[in-house]
């Protein structure tokens, strides 16, 4: 929770400090919209990433990455029932195909570690983080006119503040560690990178193609992982993480051709 409270606590002290012209001419339009707004902040943001943290303390790499991928498909259900957003066949199968190409990434190609896989309480608990940040993506669609920095800042206060309660839980409960030197070099960058710039291209991407589209994308994330850990952290290409990357492209572009 630490992580979480000084990730949001660095992105709005950036975000106040480079971006005070656009948040006085969107604030007009925001205004109206701050209990909606925080709402999507606190659980698409801060509920979600505490959420996700835990789990990962009670299941598998693996598991995580399965539950995970079943994001685009909430989403896409989630987009079709609140809005009657209409999905073609192809769109379903490519989140399907990504699915799949998840899954051959997360079991390293073995089938028969998926059918050892048991569901435990981290995996209840990255459901529901999983059906948060879907609900987020499709609450998107609602977001007020503004551009997506000023959004995002409204957005990344109300995350700020959301995640007060839980560092202070961390903190009663004797758990909270505080920032090693190298510790405050990885928040700075899980601040800049997955946080402000990730996090900003994804609200400007649901708002051009919406949420249905921009969630088959979140697939991408494990392969994008496999190949910085490979050029990173020394792992060996193989031919399943290949075979995951053709699935998972594959799949994306059934869902466009679909939209």
């Keep these: 929770m630490m992580v979480v409270t000084l990730r949001w606590l660095i992105v709005v002290g950036l975000l106040v400090a480079f971006n005070k012209k656009s948040l006085a001419r969107d604030w007009p339009s925001l205004k109206p919209h ?23 303390q009670f299941t598998s790499a693996i598991n995580m990455g399965i539950i995970t991928a079943m994001m685009p498909v909430f989403v896409l259900v989630g987009a079709l029932l609140l809005y009657r957003t209409p999905t073609r066949k192809l769109q379903w199968v490519g989140a399907l195909v990504t699915l799949l190409g998840v899954l ?27 059906i948060i940040y879907a609900a987020y993506t499709v609450g998107l669609r609602r977001r007020p006119n503004s551009s997506a920095l000023g959004l995002f800042t409204v957005l990344a206060a109300s995350a700020f503040l959301a995640s007060l309660p839980m560092l202070v839980a961390e903190t009663l409960l004797g ?6 030197t190298q510790g405050w070099g990885l928040v700075v960058l899980v601040s800049l990178f997955p946080t402000l710039i ?8 649901v708002e051009i193609i919406g949420p249905g589209r ?7 994330v494990p392969v994008f992982g496999t190949v910085i850990a490979v050029l990173y952290l020394g792992e060996k290409f193989q031919f399943f993480h290949g075979l995951a990357l053709a699935l998972v492209l594959g799949g994306l572009w059934l869902a466009e051709r679909g939209a």
């Design 175 to 180: 758990r909270v560690q505080v920032p090693t």
């Design 214 to 220: 921009a969630g088959i994308f979140v697939n991408l």
């Design 198 to 205: 990730a996090q900003i291209l994804f609200i400007r991407g």
């Design 104 to 130: 051959v990434v997360a079991s390293d190609g073995e089938i028969e570690r998926l059918l050892q896989l048991r569901l435990n309480t981290g995996d209840l608990i990255l459901v529901v983080a999983t």
């Design 34 to 56: 701050l209990g909606f707004l925080f709402v999507m902040g606190a659980f698409g943001f801060s509920v979600f990433n505490g959420l996700f943290f835990m789990a990962a």
